[in-house]
């Protein structure tokens, strides 16, 4: 079964400042997506940044990136010169190649002004 | 363009009564989802359909079907509604091996 695994409930940051998101996941699968999504007070899912599994290089959009490390499983989301508007949810989600996705619990992130 | 629709956006609903959560998709996508939200539970897949004509059990079925009508819509049926089907219930399509696209979610209370 494939699982994932977000073990920070709560996290905060300062305006400006540096914050890293962990995620860690399970499958015996080879070809494989992950991703971040962002779920503010609205509610809406919106997508941060995508990484396929048999790319190297780590995924950057802006001031988000990953640290994709495929083989210790983990995908940590790094979130540089923080905003007011960062404060959400953040959910690791993981695909399939039948295309099913799983998520983690997620994690709150306040970013304080 | 519309992306993902969903109706209605609130519903409460009394212990055993049915309902069905509509779900539309403007975009060409294949793939169609329902998940419920829990606190502290992250998304959880109730059903998903890989493409039209075909649906699969997710993580928690129990206490729904569903219909792959057509390429745009997938809805989710309650057939007899229990308090812990209260959440929030979200629809997604993706294109093969790509992002979800979400809804915007309904709120669904059972009393």
């Known amino acids: 079964a494939q699982t994932v695994t977000q073990s920070q409930p709560e996290m905060s940051v300062q305006e400006a400042e540096t914050v890293t998101l962990s995620c860690t996941y399970d499958t015996s699968e080879s070809n494989y997506y992950l991703f971040w999504y962002k779920q503010p007070p609205s509610r809406q899912m919106i997508l941060v940044i995508r990484q396929e599994a048999y790319k190297q290089q780590n995924a950057t959009e802006n001031r988000f990136s990953v640290n994709f490390q495929k083989a210790a499983k983990s995908f940590s989301l790094k979130i540089s010169d923080s905003q007011l508007g960062d404060t959400a949810m953040y959910f690791c989600a993981f695909m399939m190649s039948s295309n099913q996705f799983y998520f983690g619990t997620g994690t709150s992130l306040t970013v304080i002004p | 363009n519309a992306g993902v629709t969903q109706t209605p956006k609130f519903q409460v609903l009394k212990t055993g009564q049915s309902m069905t959560l509509q779900c539309a998709q403007d975009?060409?996508?294949?793939?169609m989802y329902w998940y419920r939200q829990d606190p502290g539970m992250g998304l959880r897949l109730i059903y998903y359909s890989a493409s039209e004509g075909t649906t699969d059990k997710g993580e928690v079925p129990n206490g729904y079907n569903v219909s792959r009508l057509n390429k745009r819509e997938f809805s989710l049926r309650l057939e007899s509604a229990a308090p812990s089907q209260t959440s929030v219930y979200f629809c997604a399509s993706s294109p093969f091996s790509d992002e979800q696209y979400f809804g915007p979610g309904t709120r669904l209370t059972v009393t």
């Open positions: 975009m060409n996508h294949n793939s």
